[in-house]
């Protein structure tokens, strides 16, 4: 399956273009190297085309509604979403406030429930999986990275990125192993032992990377995931998103409000008021990687 791409791969540093263990500051480089995404702009021009016919769809979602109760009051905060996500996209989902994004990113992240609808993930209907089910699958399969990074502050990272190991019931030592390995694949391998409050934001934010991988999972679901950074930070774990995406296929979905954050995706969807408003491969998507995309 997609998700053994991880395990099948020796642990390393994935290739960040100069973002390395020894010094997480980012000195992204400006000389053009390219880290193969030029090559996947062009693959992935034909995203709405030919070539989703033989991708496998990983998120498969049909007239998924969410509305909330407030008293006599009825909120739709999700009105109908159509969305079929494949393996190895790498999705930004944009609009306004309150338009129903990170309620989306719950369902799809099995941490809600959605109203009505259906939603295939992986294969599997989980509409109807009581919480438990939903628990298990989502510990399976899903990541998630937070804005606010959500780590454990007086922790050693290894620790942090070893929690959801725990629930999945692995054993110390195996989740020692896995944990040092995914965070040397975020650049991290000279930081296990500090704790979270004792690193940059852009390296916490690393740190949470590093867990949401560490169960192997078949997507990686982030809400806001730069929101708290600033843009040379944000564009570090951008080129880190893209990095996973093109060299070990993983499928990426974000929440971004910043058109320079979306412009390094393949594609855009765009929500407003609970609907689907828009959803388009970008033909050229910018390499965060250079480091030339993001100066103020
Ligand atoms: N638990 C809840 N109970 C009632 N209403 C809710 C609840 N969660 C969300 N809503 C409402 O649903 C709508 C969509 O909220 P959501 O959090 O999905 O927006 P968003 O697009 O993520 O916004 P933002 O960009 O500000 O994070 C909003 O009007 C919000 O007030
Ligand atoms: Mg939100």
Known sequence: MFGNLLKSKKPQAIETNGLSDDDMEPHVNGNGVSNGLASNASRFTMNNGVSELIRKPVIETKGITKTYKMGDEVLNALS???ITIYQGDLVAIMGPSGSGKSTLMNIVGCLDKPTSGTYKLDGVDVEKMNDDQLAGIRNQKIGFVFQSFNLLRRTPSIENVAQPLIYANVGGRERSKRSREALEMVG??????HHANELSGGQQQRVAIARALVTDPAIILADEPTGNLDSKTGAEIMCLFQTLNAQRGMTIIFVTHDPRIASHCKRVIRIADGRIIGDDATV???DAC????FRE
């Open 80 to 82: 109908g979403v159509d």
């Open 188 to 193: 991290l391998g000279k930081r296990l032992h």
């Open 284 to 286: 050229d998507f910018l």
């Open 290 to 293: 250079r480091g030339d995309t």
